[in-house]
């Protein structure tokens, strides 16, 4: 099957900076993937010249079979994406937009349905008829995925789609989101909450400075870090000496303990007894994608 | 899909982006027809009320009469410029210019819909001119297909350049210095208020560089069937203008410039 996004060799310099130092990328149709990193490396600059906002210098890229470049018009058409940056006209209404985003696709009324579901979908219902500059922020957002997905696209980017939204807007999108993956839309995220990106996607890839540094099933990244931590809460005490060399972080009176083993829970609780220190409450933690976010990333 | 390759145009794209266009200057009409329709007839007013048994430009052609397709034209070639510049120069600075640039829209289809939206408005604010004006004017009609030649003409030209202004300027104060340092000066030294006939011959020399004064000449001599030169050479210099700013604001969209990086 052809790849829904083939990224190879990709290099974009902005004079001296090398934004982009060489990304190779292939994500599959269907997928829900993950493109994480932190700010500055280049996950929005490899997403502008995917959508064709910006060219690269080097390599190309291609959206289910066509360049981005050489082939734009087709590969524009098979793309939503959702810009990072709160944009919007402030001449028309959320409805009006939307049919005009369809028309410049080529679509017309018989794609009123859709864009009427896409309102619903994204609890724009009661505002379909107000003037975008009259929308809060977080109604602004949902206009901006609901143009992004207006001519029904099978690829799918969200740059950054719930910076500043509140927790409701988040569940409603990303129900319609993962309904959307479902019926077989690929999804391309980007996002500082990891713990978003840990629970929908299924591949991630993470940058760092250019460059493609771990691309592989979110599962698989979470098994690079096998080591589990232990959280105790012990209330205001001095803790052992021995215990010291492995405290991962302290939050008040709660204690996370870096373990190698499992059976190292039974030696802290031991050194807690000897230390006549009670022990208040007790979790068990695995490894998340901040884990191996920093681990990789941080390094 | 593949056949798309090497089409450049599609109707239902740009009929979209026209259609947005349209809309986005007749919401605010009182600022975009009907400010310029009060400004031309305020300069109507003034002008004849001064010099309209003084002057006589044509033989039986009284000042007045003489004015009114200059003022038409000038208002119908400033508006045409103001709707593709402010529209673009706005979608920049509020970063909304990025729902166009996502579409699957080609270059030649941007053209044509930012400059057929300039036509209609410069059209529309120079039909409401022309119809205020004959209420109180007898104004002839001698060759109406030029008028309507050289207004079209005019407003696409002057559309072309404001999609290069608006494609240039970053900010607003650039966009002001384009109205205000070349499009104000060349619009009131073109002869809309007198005929280049009655300067000495070196602004008479000037003037002819100017092509602003071939579009208000050939427009009135449709009204008058005189002008003060042939309407074919005013032709030949406004459909060669046009070719050249649309060849150039169509490389501009090619490239990409100032709009992908």
Known sequence: ?299 | MQADNTQLFKFRGPWTLFKKEIIRFWRVSFQTVAAPVMTALLYLLVFSHVLDKRVEVYPGVSYTAFLIPGLIMMSLLQNAFANSSSSLIQAKVMGNIIFVLLTPLTYLELFVAFLAASIIRGLVVGLGIYLVAIIFIDLPLAHPIFILAFAILGSALLGAFGIIAGIWADKFDQMAAFQNFIIMPLSFLSGVFYSIHSLPSFWQTVSHLNPFFYMIDGFRYGFFGVGDISPWISLSVIIASFLALSGLTLAMLKSGYKLRG
Request: net charge negative; hydrophobic share 45%; proline share 4%.
């Open chain 1, 1 to 299: 099957m052809i790849p829904a996004i083939n990224i190879q060799q990709v290099h974009k310099s902005f004079g001296a900076l090398h934004a982009l130092n060489g990304v190779d990328l292939t994500i599959e149709q269907g997928e829900f993937f993950g493109l994480l990193g932190p700010n500055g490396a280049g996950k929005s600059t490899l997403i502008n010249i995917l959508a064709g906002l910006l060219r690269p210098t080097n390599g190309n890229i291609s959206v289910m079979g066509y360049d981005v470049v050489d082939q734009y018009r087709q590969a524009r058409q098979l793309l939503g994406v959702v810009p990072q940056e709160l944009v919007f006209d402030p001449f028309f209404n959320v409805r009006e937009m939307l049919r005009f985003q369809a028309g410049y696709f080529g679509r017309g009324r018989e794609n009123d349905a859709w864009v009427d579901e896409v309102i619903e979908a994204l609890g724009l219902t009661d505002k379909a008829h107000t003037n975008m500059r009259r929308l809060s922020g977080g109604m602004k957002r949902r206009a901006l995925i609901a143009q992004a997905l207006a001519h029904k696209p099978p690829v799918i980017v969200l740059d950054e789609p719930t910076a500043g939204v509140d927790v409701e807007l988040r569940q409603t999108m990303w129900e319609f989101i993962k309904r959307l993956n479902r019926e077989g839309h690929t999804i391309i995220l980007t996002t500082h909450y990891l713990e978003e990106a840990e629970i929908l996607c299924t591949r991630v890839g993470m940058m760092k400075q250019g460059k493609i540094v771990a691309l592989d099933s979110t599962s698989n990244l979470l098994k690079r870090l096998p080591s589990k931590s232990l959280r105790v809460t012990l209330g205001q005490v001095e803790l052992p000496t021995s215990l010291k060399s492995i405290l991962k972080s302290q939050d008040n009176d709660a204690y996370i303990f870096l373990l190698s083993d499992i059976a190292q829970v039974e030696w802290i609780l031991g050194e807690l007894r000897s230390a006549n220190i009670p022990v208040v409450d007790m979790q068990l933690l695995e490894a998340d994608l901040e884990d191996v976010f920093v681990d990789l990333v941080g390094r």
